[in-house]
């Protein structure tokens, strides 16, 4: 039989056994940790009431450690009590780190995680460094980043801001993609990569866009004299580098004693030093470029007709409504002629439905009127014609243009003046009716010979008949 103090004694040493059983308890929080690169880091997992219970590290979902077991095989990671330990942390140990209870209970499982990120600068890799491509076409720049945190890309184009330019970038920000490509594409796009550790990281892509050759002359039409020089000039650009012939019809032609052929950059010149236009009125050549893309063509005559002249200023009041006009002849040798036209304008606020005609003077070029009579085509000369009886207060419109062996040149530029409103007397020195400058024998209107032949065939009659009466009287 039990006796009572028995039975309290076996009470008593159950409760205390009950109590002293404790259940396994984390203490503490998850947090997150940024470490550098090769540097120590402990993650905390404070834990009472152990007992038989399993603590495990757990590197995402791969195990580290199971109690005091190593599981993965990597000595920089090490406990301390219940502590992980990681040493030379590298940039492939940014993960979550867990630290959890296993008990005999699924339902009692505890755990706490832990953030890690060990920062590493950004480096770059898959970047072409030379692109070639050809216009109209597409092109994709690739730049990559490695680095933790994960590095920001942004691109930029040197000296020029990337706007310019067609294109679009994907939203990683890796891929630059050049559309609708042009001449302007080309040049060096910067990768940039940047995650706040280190200073930024770059690297230059250089795209080489490559077109046809694009030919432009100075000048379409070159003006020389039969025995003279005459210079043609062609601008060439393209890639690759274009190579450029000179052709007189199919005829390919080559340096020689009276063809000097010569390029500078993007210039060429072809020098004829003695040209012999065969009695016709022009000739015609061809600056052509080739390259592996295309071949272009340009055609550049050479005539023997003189170049239009140049009118300048605009009408100088001499007085008794006569104006004097000028012009400039960049080349006047063998000029047989100059025809002035001239005309009345009618003014946009009045309403009178005339139409004035227009008024033509052709001035012959007589010995002495051209000072330049050989093939210095850089040597022009000023000339200048006065025009008479014009309407006071008048809109006048007037333009130039010559003659010589050839026919006839184009029409100058056309200058516009307004004459004089009121009539001023004024006597007009012999200097001032000089029709073309700086020569003693000039030419003179028609109007203005046929005027002068009149007065000296008057005065003569008068003569006459003063002597006829003085010997009758």
């Known amino acids: 039989m039990i006796s009572t103090q028995h039975l309290a004694f076996s ?5 205390v056994a009950v109590i002293g059983v404790e259940s396994p308890v984390l203490v503490g929080y998850g947090q997150a940790f940024r470490v550098p690169l090769d540097s120590q880091v402990t993650l905390p997992c404070n834990v009472t009431g152990l007992g038989d219970s399993v603590l495990v590290w757990k590197q995402g979902s791969r195990v580290i450690f199971a109690g005091q077991v190593r599981v993965r095989q990597d000595p920089r990671f090490t406990l301390e009590e219940t502590n992980l330990v990681i040493s030379y942390a590298k940039a492939k140990d ?5 630290c959890q209870i296993e008990t005999k209970s699924k339902k009692d499982l505890m755990s706490l995680s832990h953030q890690l990120l060990v920062e590493s600068m950004p480096v770059l890799y898959s970047l072409q460094r030379t692109l070639q491509a050809r ?8 730049c990559e980043a490695k680095g933790s945190p994960a590095p920001n890309i942004t691109w930029s184009l040197q000296k020029r801001d990337l706007s310019s330019v067609t294109h679009w970038i994907d939203a990683s920000g890796s891929v630059l993609t050049l559309t609708d490509l042009g001449r302007t594409h080309s040049g060096n796009y910067t ?9 930024p990281v770059s690297r230059v892509t250089s795209v080489d866009i490559l077109f046809g050759p694009e030919v432009m002359v100075e000048r379409k039409i070159v003006h020389t004299s ?11 650009t393209g890639n690759p580098t274009p190579e450029v012939k000179w052709f007189h019809h199919t005829l390919v032609l080559v340096s020689s004693k009276d063809i000097i052929i010569k390029s500078t ?6 020098t004829l030093s003695n040209v012999d236009l065969g009695g016709k009125m022009e000739k015609e050549y061809s600056c052509t470029a080739t390259n592996e893309i295309s071949t272009s063509t340009k055609t550049i005559k050479i005539t023997g007709l003189a170049e239009s002249p140049v009118m ?6 001499l007085g008794n409504s006569e104006y004097k006009v000028h012009w400039y002849h960049a080349h006047a040798t063998n000029i047989h002629k100059f025809r002035l036209a001239y005309k009345q304008v009618k003014e946009n606020e009045s309403n009178s439905v005339v139409e004035f005609g227009e008024k033509v003077v052709e001035i012959p070029v007589k010995p002495g009127m051209i000072e330049n009579q050989d093939c210095d085509m850089s040597r022009g000369q000023n000339f200048s014609f006065v025009l008479h009886n014009l309407e006071l207060g008048a809109k006048y419109q007037v333009g130039v243009c010559c003659m010589n062996e050839y026919g006839w040149s184009q029409m100058s530029n056309i200058i516009f003046a307004r004459t004089n409103p009121e009539h001023i007397a004024k006597k007009v020195s012999k200097s001032e009716m000089i029709q073309v400058s700086g020569s003693q024998n000039q030419a003179t209107s028609l109007l203005n010979q046929t005027t002068q032949l009149h ?12 002597s006829s009466l003085f010997i009758l009287y």
Not at 94 to 98: A, G, R
Not at 226 to 236: E, I, R, T
Not at 312 to 317: A, E, I, S, V
Not at 455 to 466: D, N, R, W
């Open 312 to 317: 300048y200023g605009g009408m100088d009041y």
């Open 135 to 142: 216009v109209g076409g597409t092109l994709q720049l690739k």
């Open 455 to 466: 007065i000296q065939f008057f005065c003569a009659v008068l003569t006459i008949l003063y």
């Open 11 to 15: 009470f008593a040493t159950l409760v």
């Open 94 to 98: 940014s993960d979550v780190y867990t």
């Open 226 to 236: 039969q025995g003279c020089s005459a210079q043609l000039v062609c601008f060439v």
């Open 265 to 270: 950059g993007t210039r060429n010149e072809l």
């Open 191 to 199: 990768c940039t990569a940047d995650n706040g550790v280190g200073p």
